[in-house]
Structures are given as C-alpha cells and as structure tokens.
C-alpha cells in the first residue's frame, strides 16, 4: 500500500513545460503564514513567493532550473 502510494506520488511529479526540468516550486501569493516548514520549503526551492497582489492569471508554478513560470 504504502510503497504503491509513493510510487503514485512520484509519477504527478511536476515538470517544467519549457526545460523539462522537475525542480518546480509552488508559487505562493497572498500573505502566507509563515512557519518553519514554510520556511524550510521555500530554503529548499520547493516555494517562492509571488507577492501580495493576486491577478487572475498569474503563474502557478517555478521552474528552479530556467525561471520558466506558467
Ligand atoms: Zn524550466
């Protein structure tokens, strides 16, 4: 169970539509609450933040490898 469940996790893993690259951050907006784990995600590449002002279409995710966002 617990290893199919992993397995399942890794296949949706994001890629990035320009590079191919899988290092993807979430981009966050808004004013997050900030926490160690926020924290921590964002020291390791997982978030980044987009800044307060919310459009409708603003980019979801990061590519850490070409700065692609979409
Ligand atoms: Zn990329």
Do not use: T
Request: charged fraction near 35%.
């Amino acid at each position: 169970m617990d290893k199919n469940a992993k397995r399942n996790r890794r296949k949706s893993k994001k890629v990035c539509p320009k590079c191919g690259g899988n290092s993807i951050a979430s981009i966050l907006r808004g004013y997050p609450i900030f926490s160690e784990k926020l924290d921590q995600d964002i020291r390791d590449g997982k978030v980044v933040l987009g800044g307060c002002c919310v459009m409708d279409n603003d980019p979801k995710w990061h590519c850490n490898k070409c700065e692609n966002e979409w």
